[in-house]
């Protein structure tokens, strides 16, 4: 036997890992029958919809996904998400990590006041402040823009206490090295401490992403027109529009969720590091 066998700890098979292991797969088969179904039931024809009962459907046909881009604003829809979801992640990951670095690492009047103002909002559930942005939006003309979407989305107080505590346990040095050698706080900012946490950067991005893409009650009370409705609101019309051909509907849903899909699925290791940061800010 080798080093390097020797080395490794031995696994042993018990009752319990063996129950532990069942019952995660069995979750897990629980939790992705309805994808499957969605899915297979959007590859039937609408007829089949309601009178077929099997596994995989015994012809399996596009017409659902090619009437969902043919006969709706999806195309519209998906640009809208893609906007606004992509002016989100950019916006509120920069400004989260200018705001974590700044409490961290300046020293300015009101900084504690500042800090105890965002852990406050975080303790604020979102529901509960939909009428009061709305109110504003609507005053201010907002309503059905992009501007109305994206501005209320933008407050996410969780991001900046993850880049606080990132920057906090960055060691000390690195900051007086920099300032001695006559760096800027914009060249610290940009140069030593976002490098250094690119990894973060990236799952939050992507969490973020995720969830702007996700959105669905603010966005559904700011929007009033079909031209400015993102995918998650605009399969909802699709369902009023087309009654029961669930082929149809569920055809949107699932081109409405295959980018979330494709992101997890390429950045899973990252999505999973951001849902363990904001677990454990949460916790």
């Given at each position: 036997m080798s080093d390097t066998e020797q080395s490794r700890p031995a696994r042993r098979f018990t009752i319990g890992g063996a129950l532990l292991t069942l019952l995660t797969i069995?979750?897990?088969?629980?939790?992705?029958?309805?994808?499957?179904?969605?899915?297979?039931?959007?590859?039937?024809?609408?007829?089949?919809?309601?009178?077929?009962?099997?596994?995989?459907?015994?012809e399996p046909t596009l017409a659902g996904y090619i009437f969902g881009i043919t006969n709706s604003k999806l195309p519209i829809w998906y640009l809208n998400s893609t906007i606004t979801s992509v002016v989100i992640t950019f916006v509120a990951v920069f400004t989260a990590a200018s705001t974590g670095y700044a409490i961290s690492q300046l020293r300015f009047p009101g900084r504690r006041l500042l800090w105890w103002i965002i852990l406050a909002s975080f303790m604020i559930p979102v529901p509960a402040l939909i009428v009061n942005h709305f109110v504003i939006v609507a005053n201010t003309n907002m309503l059905n823009t992009y501007q109305g979407i994206i501005l209320p989305m933008l407050l996410t107080p969780v991001t900046v206490i993850v880049y606080k505590g990132f920057f906090d346990g960055l060691p000390k040095e690195y900051r007086e090295a920099a300032v001695m050698d006559g760096a800027s706080e914009y060249q610290l900012f940009y140069r030593v401490f976002l490098p250094m946490n690119w990894g973060v950067t990236t799952a939050m991005a992507i969490i973020t992403f995720i969830g702007a893409w996700n959105s669905f009650l603010w966005p559904f009370l700011a929007v009033q027109s079909e031209e400015m409705m993102t995918?998650?609101?605009?399969?909802?019309?699709?369902?009023?529009?087309?009654?029961?051909?669930?082929?149809?509907?569920?055809?949107?849903?699932?081109?409405a969720s295959?980018?979330?899909?494709?992101?997890?699925?390429?950045?899973?290791?990252?999505?999973?590091?951001?849902?363990?940061?904001?677990a454990g800010i949460k916790g």
């Open positions: 069995l979750a897990a088969v629980i939790w992705f029958i309805p994808i499957y179904w969605a899915i297979v039931t959007s590859l039937r024809a609408d007829q089949a919809t309601v009178t077929e009962f099997t596994l995989w459907p015994s995918v998650t609101v605009g399969i909802t019309a699709v369902q009023d529009a087309f009654g029961v051909a669930y082929g149809r509907v569920l055809s949107g849903a699932v081109m295959l980018p979330v899909a494709l992101a997890y699925l390429l950045f899973q290791r990252r999505v999973t590091q951001a849902i363990a940061l904001s």
